[in-house]
């Protein structure tokens, strides 16, 4: 077995010694899941929470067959750009446990042809039902045991269509892999590429191994002046936070067991442009964030609706996710 590892600078701080690095073992590129690993083994604990489902609603006047070639082209673009879509995760590689990335690079492009085939769902409704309500359905669809070409699949992409007319997107995947902030300039991005086309014959396969992202320490521009200082103590202070015994107050369940796995439930209230500014400007004099007015919020809604405190109430705390 030949192994040989990515060389990377570690001279400029230890943190950068210990960060994850892909190394390349028999021809694929392997990496321990970092950053990332409490999301991937929350899914796994809780066969298949926390995967994600984004979409959006498209207009176009073009044919569903033009539509449906430009949107694989895209996807074939995106393994180049972005190839950890085209990735799986495997135990046993650095740990029995934690898993990692494993990312076996492309040769031809009719190979990522194959793929992006096989990633595009086509799913054929009645635009009665709306692209949330399919998301919904896509949702309670876990991506376990789902399989490309032999590989562990943790990416989709569905396209909607009624009467044989493009009528959403919707992406599906891993959150150790997608996340909300990111969801926004990648639909962007594919939007782009199928309105104005995108070169994929030119493109070098083989070589989209140096897009894999880096470790989070060097992608976030290294470590920071003054980590010794302050980041390790900080550090502790959040290891101390979900390492703390006592039990995070909640809502009561409304019911014992899962009656339906994967639905997403929407709540909104609109507050008006005079209660909102009073709230900024009372929260900004105050010296708090909009983020923290939330938080408070949220613990104080969670209290309100379950006002049975086990214990001493003095010291009933709110973990936000438990509680959630």
Same mark, same amino acid.
């Given at each position: 077995m030949s192994v040989s590892a990515v060389a990377v600078d570690t001279s400029v701080h230890p943190l950068l010694a210990e960060e994850p690095g892909w190394e390349i073992k028999n021809g694929e590129y392997v990496r321990l899941v970092a950053a990332e690993s409490?999301?991937?083994q929350v899914s796994?604990? $809780?066969? %298949?929470h926390d995967e994600l489902t984004f979409g959006i609603s498209i207009n176009t006047v073009g044919s569903f067959n033009i539509f449906k070639e430009r949107l694989l082209r895209a996807l074939v673009h995106l393994r180049y750009s972005a190839p950890l879509v085209a990735a799986s995760l495997q135990s046993g590689r650095h740990d029995p446990q934690l898993r990692s990335w494993v990312y076996t690079p492309a040769s031809r492009l009719e190979q990522v042809r194959s793929w992006a085939e096989r990633t595009l769902k086509i799913a054929n409704v009645h635009w009665e039902k709306t692209v949330d309500s399919y998301m919904q359905h896509v949702a309670s669809s876990a991506l376990k045991n789902s399989q490309v070409e032999g590989l562990d699949q943790h990416f989709y992409c569905h396209l909607v269509v009624s009467n044989s007319t493009p009528r959403a997107i919707? $992406?599906? %995947?891993?959150?150790a892999l997608l996340d909300a902030a990111?969801?926004?300039?990648?639909?962007?991005?594919?939007l782009k590429w199928i309105s104005q086309g995108c070169d994929v014959e030119s493109l070098k396969w083989g070589e989209e191994v140096k897009n894999?992202?880096?470790?989070?320490?060097t992608a976030l521009g290294g470590p920071l002046p003054g980590w010794d200082t302050l980041g390790v103590p900080l550090m502790a202070q959040c290891g101390a936070v979900f390492a703390e015994p006592t039990l995070t107050h909640s809502l009561k369940p409304a019911r014992q067991e899962i009656t339906v796995k994967g639905r997403?439930?929407?709540?909104?209230?609109k507050l008006s442009k005079e209660t909102t500014m009073k709230l900024l400007t009372v929260a900004k004099k105050l010296g708090?964030?909009?983020?923290?007015?939330?938080?408070a919020a949220f613990a104080l809604a969670t209290y309100y609706y379950n006002p049975d405190i086990s214990g001493d109430a003095?010291?009933?705390?709110?973990?936000?996710?438990?509680?959630?």
């Amino acid at each position: 077995m030949s192994v040989s590892a990515v060389a990377v600078d570690t001279s400029v701080h230890p943190l950068l010694a210990e960060e994850p690095g892909w190394e390349i073992k028999n021809g694929e590129y392997v990496r321990l899941v970092a950053a990332e690993s409490v999301l991937d083994q929350v899914s796994q604990l $809780l066969d %298949g929470h926390d995967e994600l489902t984004f979409g959006i609603s498209i207009n176009t006047v073009g044919s569903f067959n033009i539509f449906k070639e430009r949107l694989l082209r895209a996807l074939v673009h995106l393994r180049y750009s972005a190839p950890l879509v085209a990735a799986s995760l495997q135990s046993g590689r650095h740990d029995p446990q934690l898993r990692s990335w494993v990312y076996t690079p492309a040769s031809r492009l009719e190979q990522v042809r194959s793929w992006a085939e096989r990633t595009l769902k086509i799913a054929n409704v009645h635009w009665e039902k709306t692209v949330d309500s399919y998301m919904q359905h896509v949702a309670s669809s876990a991506l376990k045991n789902s399989q490309v070409e032999g590989l562990d699949q943790h990416f989709y992409c569905h396209l909607v269509v009624s009467n044989s007319t493009p009528r959403a997107i919707v $992406l599906h %995947g891993s959150h150790a892999l997608l996340d909300a902030a990111s969801s926004l300039p990648l639909f962007k991005t594919i939007l782009k590429w199928i309105s104005q086309g995108c070169d994929v014959e030119s493109l070098k396969w083989g070589e989209e191994v140096k897009n894999l992202p880096l470790g989070y320490v060097t992608a976030l521009g290294g470590p920071l002046p003054g980590w010794d200082t302050l980041g390790v103590p900080l550090m502790a202070q959040c290891g101390a936070v979900f390492a703390e015994p006592t039990l995070t107050h909640s809502l009561k369940p409304a019911r014992q067991e899962i009656t339906v796995k994967g639905r997403s439930v929407r709540a909104s209230r609109k507050l008006s442009k005079e209660t909102t500014m009073k709230l900024l400007t009372v929260a900004k004099k105050l010296g708090f964030s909009m983020t923290q007015l939330f938080d408070a919020a949220f613990a104080l809604a969670t209290y309100y609706y379950n006002p049975d405190i086990s214990g001493d109430a003095s010291k009933a705390l709110i973990k936000m996710f438990p509680a959630m």
